[in-house]
């Protein structure tokens, strides 16, 4: 999986962490081959965003658009995840993790959506699949 990211979030963010995580949930879950847009953004874009596609006018931690067709390269699109980074540092600070952990878990999420699972019409397979995908993906190498 290509991962293309963008930060628009207003403050520094080391992406290293977060592309290593991609790259391992990427062996974890498997998803088709192609490429992910990820933009990390501040509440207000974020409002905009829900605003725009959703219909809702509040921020949110993350949002999922999918793809579909190729890129200008000819890969798959698998789509695009919008996390905001304000949001994710309340929740960080809320459930006392460090905020890469809450990162982790909104790419996670996200990256579930793109695959078609949907945790609010599901049996719980959407969370099931999160927590074994965030637990092998964090787990020390060879150690899966």
């Known amino acids: 999986m ?13 992406l290293a962490p977060a592309r290593a995580f991609l790259r391992r949930l990427d062996a974890v879950l498997q998803p088709p081959s192609g490429e992910l847009n990820v933009l990390f953004c501040g509440d207000e874009e974020m409002r905009e965003l829900n605003l725009t596609w959703l219909g809702k006018d509040r921020p949110t931690d993350v949002l999922s658009f999918p ?3 190729a890129t200008a390269e000819g890969r798959v699109h698998l789509g695009d995840l919008a996390i ?11 459930a006392r993790r460090p905020l890469i952990r809450e990162i982790e878990t909104l790419l996670a ?10 945790h609010e019409t599901d049996d719980g397979t959407m969370m099931r699949l999160q927590a074994e995908a965030l637990r092998r993906a964090r787990a020390p190498h060879g150690r899966r």
């Open 67 to 69: 793809g579909g067709g």
């Open 2 to 14: 290509k991962v293309n990211v963008l930060n628009r979030a207003g403050r520094p963010l080391e």
């Open 84 to 94: 905001s980074l304000e949001t994710a540092s309340r929740q960080a600070r809320r």
């Open 109 to 118: 999420h996200g990256l579930l959506h793109l695959l078609g699972f949907d």
